[in-house]
């Protein structure tokens, strides 16, 4: 059966005693006075309101003239006035003016809906009486359903109402709330409500409370309405150079976790894994100019001079007390010329503190070449969040080797495999078919996907995982066949244990659990890299021994 909204009172009885469907339409505009298209309704409006302000300004200077009294007037003066007055309320109306729109639209009565009468059902269109029909369930009644409107969160204060409405209307810059209002939790409740406005989208189902929005201001995220809920699950424990480790992975992926624990099981059970830190230095590389190659070459050969080194540290050091320079590097092209600093920088993951050194050595060195024209702090030789060969041959952040001897009974028992099925299974995958495919560092099982979870967990920066999970995976039966040697080499490890999202609550407790949670004090840099050999263990564990294996039941499964 048809069912139709009707306002109050505006329904008529049929001779018959039913009433009649009233159909719902649009409300009335001020474009609607006439049947014209909206181009031509506007020009006769317009055109008929200074016609008749023409003959009544006419009419009245005339009237001043001769001595007649102004509140004397004809009938063509007063057919003018209500000409002009109905022209106004047209004009007026169709430029939004809100009370002239209200007056426009308004009926002889109330526009509200009733809330017991709010459907006009036709009449029952069963043809036989419900005792004789097979279903004698109510029919099912269609209500025609008004457009969707958002849950609308009411503000906590008229003051609150009037800045989301100031937000919608642009008068104030979203990104403005926190400075003007002083507080970072109510200037997301109040971004919030806005942007559904704005967008006529509902946030529900996006967490809001829970989050401490003062600690990521500056920091973290900029102009946050809420924050992402990702499950951590537990791996471990991993027996990683004598100790114990339970591995936060957050992550989305099923048997993600299940396969790295399975591994952690295997290491274990054959006397836990080792590591080695082979390098520790953060880059950065700006790009120079000259006007030719020549002043490009003097510069390389004076940076890359050992004699020249100490001044340099010297100078790039005064941005702070961790960041000691290690190395510099020169690529030239033309006479543009590429400048890699190495540097370590404590615990911290370190960009910003490399970037302040790179800026003083810049500044100094623009005394002696005067004409070196500085075109960005960073050219990308450095080369961050890119896949790139430079990383790949001469490491960026922590350079880490991790390796683990399985015994051939956890192999068979812990694996469900033996030595060499896995052996041949990790040079034609991890080796030659990246090759074939022309991987760049990306000689592994799924590396990425191990990084990603304990990088998203401890609060390092995501996007870093492109060159963190650089990693080349070896294979090799050992002890005349019978064991399985398995290592991870992973040249570009970039984590750090403060700044960034390591001091978010979430994060911050992930990295206490693997007891590396801020700065050593007693030892700048050790809970970086302390943290940098965990993540090449989780990585030994997860895309090595176990998730081979899952990878090869499940495509037996498959068959």
Known sequence: MDVRRRPVGSVEAKPNGKPLVVDVHDPIKASDALPLPLYLANAIFFGVFFSVVYFLLTRWREKIRT??????????????????????????????????????ARPGHDNEWDAEDDIIVKEDARAVPCGAAIDCAPPVVAVASPKPKVPVSPPSSEEDEEIIKSVVAGAIPSYSLESRLGDCRRAAVIRREALQRMTG?????????????????GQCCEMPVGYIQIPVGIAGPLLLDGREYSIPMATTEGCLVASTNRGCKAIYASGGATSVLLRDAMTRAPVVRFGTAKRAAELMLFLENPLNFETLALVFNRSSRFGRLQSIKCAIAGKNLYIRFSSSTGDAMGMNMISKGVQN????????????????????????????????????????????????????KVLKTNVAALVELNMLKNLTGSAMAGALGGFNAHASNIV??????????????????????????????????????????????????TQLASQSACLNLLGVKGANKESPGTNARLLATIVAGSV????????????LDSLLGAT
């Open 452 to 501: 990603s979870a304990v990088y998203i967990a401890t609060g390092q920066d995501p996007a870093q995982n492109v060159e963190s999970s650089h990693c080349i995976t070896m294979m090799e039966a050992v002890n005349d066949g019978k064991d399985l040697h398995v290592s991870v080499t992973m040249p570009s490890i970039e984590v750090g244990t403060v700044g960034g999202g």
């Open 361 to 412: 050595v810049l500044d100094f060195l623009q005394n002696d070449f005067p004409d070196m024209d500085v075109i960005g702090i960073s050219g990308n030789y450095c080369s961050d969040k890119k896949p790139t060969a430079v990383n790949w041959i001469e490491g960026r952040g922590k350079s880490v080797v991790c390796e683990a001897i399985i015994k051939e009974e956890v192999v068979k």
């Open 201 to 217: 989208t509902s946030l529900e189902g996006l967490p809001l409370e829970g989050l401490d929005y003062e600690s990521i201001l």
């Open 540 to 551: 030994l564990a997860g895309s090595s021994p176990s998730c081979l294996q899952l990878q």
């Open 67 to 104: 001595s007649t009294p102004l509140h004397v007037v004809t009938l063509s003066e007063i057919a003018a006035i209500v000409t002009f007055m109905g022209s106004c309320i047209y004009l007026l109306g169709f430029f939004g003016i809100d009370f002239v729109q209200g007056f426009i």
